[in-house]
């Protein structure tokens, strides 16, 4: 793959733009060109100027799966001339797109303007928290500047990236100055290292938690394998005291009750205590003791419920044999009603032939 990528150039280089310190690899055949030039690169985008970061290498060290772009040229005068002339288009084209965002009432908030080198298109950088939907604006852009436009939505961590500033330390902030992807940073990194949980001072200036989090957690973790937690209740000297403090670099520790506060060291700890040093279990043992707890729960829970239906059954069953009487009852008194029924008109039959009075006197005399 990387033979069918590689076979038209000779060289690759590195090369960074302007706004981002990410490099990228460009082909190349020239052999003139060295470390610190500026060259036009050919992008996604259209022509870029760029800076070489690197001197130029054999093409078949290349290991990408990306096909290469290539650089066309060492950037002439009048092509620096042009990308300084396209700094200054850019940040009018900024306000005429901003009076154009403010004209359509879009909730946008623009943050840079760029050109490309001929001038053939023109991005737009802008935050939202929302999804914007920018189909008149872009009528109304490209009536304006009679090229193509790009508008290009980013995060927090981005704009701060692009901005730059300086962070709690002091520095620069970390993604503009060497970041160049940015990775997933979470409050576990901050419990680890033992940081009060304060989210305002764990935050940088984008709102989200600092990246330089993450530099020191698998250090962290690793001094704190075999320490017991935070709160913990470990016995010294025949007294119940709570860990309240820990510092893992000095390896020292704090023990508090009602009474008295212990300081000493984290050798002390695991030496002079009757805490004990809970053994590490292998990621694979772990998951297969998560496994069977699993399957036993599943069994205990698959046992109660055949337990349950067997109890229904058997009360369903002892409250049909109670009812079985009652029906007996109930059918004998129904055969008795019905008998009761069919005598019933016999009886009236004699009642009524007894009391008929013509039956008696017989036929009338003339």
Same mark, same amino acid.
């Given at each position: 793959?990387?033979?069918?990528?590689?076979?038209?150039?000779?060289?690759?280089?590195?090369?960074?733009?302007?706004?981002?310190k990410?490099?990228y690899?460009?082909g190349a055949? #020239?052999?003139?060109l060295e470390?610190?030039?500026?060259?036009?690169v050919?992008?996604?985008?259209g022509?870029?100027?760029?800076?070489?970061i690197?001197s130029?290498r054999d093409?078949?060290?290349?290991t990408?799966?990306?096909?290469?772009?290539?650089?066309?040229?060492?950037?002439s005068h009048q092509d620096?001339q042009?990308?300084t002339?396209?700094?200054?288009?850019a940040?009018?084209?900024l306000?005429?797109c901003a009076?154009?965002?403010?004209?359509?009432e879009?909730?946008?908030n623009?943050?840079?303007?760029?050109?490309t080198l001929?001038?053939?298109?023109?991005?737009f950088?802008y935050?939202?928290?929302?999804?914007?939907?920018?189909?008149?604006?872009?009528?109304?852009l490209?009536?304006?500047?009679?090229c193509?436009?790009?508008l290009?939505?980013i995060?927090?961590?981005?704009?701060?990236?692009?901005?730059g500033?300086?962070g709690?330390?002091?520095?620069e902030t970390?993604c503009?100055?060497?970041? #160049?992807?940015?990775?997933?940073?979470?409050?576990n990194?901050a419990?680890n290292?033992?940081?009060?949980?304060?989210?305002p001072?764990?935050?940088?200036?984008c709102?989200k938690?600092?990246?330089?989090?993450?530099?020191?957690?698998?250090?962290?973790?690793?001094?704190?394998?075999?320490?017991?937690?935070?709160?913990s209740q470990?016995?010294f000297e025949g007294?119940m005291y709570?860990?309240?403090?820990?510092n893992?670099?000095t390896r020292?520790?704090?023990?508090e009750n009602?009474?008295n506060?212990?300081?000493m060291s984290?050798?002390?700890?695991?030496?002079?205590?009757?805490?004990?040093?809970?053994?590490?279990?292998?990621?694979e043992e772990?998951?297969s003791v998560?496994?069977?707890e699993?399957?036993?729960?599943?069994?205990?829970?698959?046992?109660a419920?055949?337990?349950k239906?067997q109890?229904?059954?058997?009360?369903?069953?002892?409250h049909?044999n109670?009812?079985?009487p009652n029906?007996?009852?109930?059918?004998n008194?129904a055969?008795?009603?019905?008998?009761?029924?069919?005598?019933?008109?016999?009886?009236n039959?004699?009642r009524?032939?007894?009391?008929n009075?013509?039956?008696?006197?017989?036929?009338?005399q003339?």
């Amino acid at each position: 793959m990387s033979e069918i990528i590689t076979e038209s150039f000779k060289y690759i280089a590195s090369v960074r733009f302007q706004n981002t310190k990410k490099p990228y690899t460009f082909g190349a055949n #020239d052999e003139t060109l060295e470390y610190g030039d500026f060259v036009v690169v050919e992008t996604a985008r259209g022509l870029e100027i760029g800076e070489m970061i690197s001197s130029l290498r054999d093409a078949s060290s290349f290991t990408g799966q990306t096909a290469l772009k290539p650089i066309h040229r060492k950037a002439s005068h009048q092509d620096r001339q042009m990308h300084t002339e396209n700094k200054e288009l850019a940040k009018e084209a900024l306000k005429k797109c901003a009076e154009c965002v403010q004209k359509h009432e879009l909730d946008m908030n623009l943050i840079s303007a760029e050109y490309t080198l001929d001038r053939s298109r023109l991005i737009f950088v802008y935050v939202s928290e929302n999804r914007v939907d920018f189909r008149e604006l872009l009528k109304d852009l490209s009536q304006i500047f009679k090229c193509r436009i790009e508008l290009r939505q980013i995060g927090p961590r981005d704009k701060a990236k692009m901005v730059g500033g300086l962070g709690a330390c002091g520095l620069e902030t970390c993604c503009s100055r060497f970041l #160049d992807s940015f990775d997933v940073v979470s409050i576990n990194m901050a419990k680890n290292q033992l940081l009060a949980l304060n989210i305002p001072k764990l935050s940088g200036q984008c709102g989200k938690l600092m990246c330089c989090l993450k530099y020191e957690d698998e250090a962290y973790k690793e001094l704190r394998v075999g320490l017991p937690k935070m709160n913990s209740q470990i016995e010294f000297e025949g007294r119940m005291y709570r860990l309240t403090s820990m510092n893992v670099i000095t390896r020292q520790i704090k023990l508090e009750n009602k009474e008295n506060a212990v300081f000493m060291s984290i050798d002390d700890l695991l030496s002079k205590t009757s805490y004990k040093k809970p053994t590490v279990v292998p990621i694979e043992e772990e998951a297969s003791v998560k496994v069977d707890e699993k399957l036993s729960q599943s069994t205990e829970e698959t046992e109660a419920k055949e337990e349950k239906k067997q109890e229904h059954r058997n009360n369903k069953n002892r409250h049909n044999n109670h009812k079985k009487p009652n029906q007996n009852a109930n059918t004998n008194n129904a055969e008795n009603q019905a008998n009761g029924e069919n005598k019933k008109p016999n009886n009236n039959k004699k009642r009524h032939h007894r009391h008929n009075p013509n039956k008696n006197k017989g036929t009338p005399q003339e």
